[in-house]
């Protein structure tokens, strides 16, 4: 069974260009979620999704960030303008109604 | 709302056991184990679920005291494959019918030989 998939999984882009990170949900899943890992803060939760509805998107760091769901299956994370404090590893989930979360195997963002 | 874990880093030597704790200052609904190899994503190691209840498999299990908002997780004549880091995962009521998981810092576990 395929998992939840990423992409990209590594980008490296400058200050001020607008970043779009994508997840596929494994398929039947249907809750989302979005967190960022870094040294400092560990893994924060920036939104998640609950049947293509978003819940609690109180983690997202700013306005230069947002999140979409356009189907069942898709999501979408986009950074714009990036900064360079936005450089960490994004990580998408899924799960079925709050059970086991799966994890992809994230998106390595850095922003120069 | 983030849970705390401690301690923070252990390290063993193979064989030897180690605990880490997760406390909350919320009610939990549920606790979730992870652990991440580096540069790999987290992987699932089981969920409580409130009432009390202890879980295990192989030699790593964890007990889930509601009342205290604390889960602890063992690990028994550890194995080099069980290092790592380690997160705790509490999910909270956030209204309606829906519930929130959010991590801990993690504590990083390694075994030497």
């Known amino acids: 069974d395929a998992g939840v998939i990423q992409s990209p999984r590594h980008e490296v882009t400058e200050m001020g260009q607008e970043v779009t990170l994508r997840c596929k949900l494994i398929?039947?899943?249907?809750?989302l979620f979005w967190y960022r890992q870094t040294m400092m803060r560990g893994l924060e939760l920036l939104i998640y999704?609950?049947?293509?509805?978003?819940?609690?998107d109180s983690g997202m760091p700013e306005d230069r960030f947002s999140a979409k769901m356009p189907n069942a299956s898709f999501s979408t994370l986009k950074i714009q303008p990036s900064e360079p404090r936005d450089s960490a590893v994004y990580f998408c989930?899924?799960?079925?109604?709050?059970?086991?979360?799966?994890f992809g195997e994230g998106s390595w963002l850095t922003v120069v | 709302q983030q849970p705390v874990q401690s301690p923070q880093a252990v390290i063993l030597r193979e064989g030897e056991d180690a605990v880490i704790n997760c406390s909350s200052s919320?009610?939990?609904?549920?606790v979730h184990w992870y652990r991440q190899k580096h540069g790999e994503a987290p992987v699932f190691l089981m969920i409580?679920?409130?009432?009390?209840e202890q879980k295990g498999h192989d030699k790593i299990s964890a007990s889930f005291n509601e009342k205290k908002q604390q889960s602890s997780l063992y690990l028994t004549a550890s194995q080099l494959s069980y290092s790592g880091t380690y997160f705790c995962?509490?999910?909270?009521?956030?209204?309606?019918?829906?519930?929130?998981?959010?991590f801990g810092k993690g504590t990083l576990l390694t075994v030497n030989p």
């Open positions: 409580l679920l409130k009432g009390g």
């Open positions: 989930a899924s799960s079925l109604s709050y059970d086991t979360i799966y």
């Open positions: 999704f609950n049947n293509n509805v978003p819940i609690d």
């Open positions: 919320k009610a939990l609904y549920s």
């Open positions: 995962g509490t999910e909270i009521y956030s209204g309606g019918s829906n519930y929130k998981l959010t």
């Open positions: 398929s039947g899943h249907n809750s």
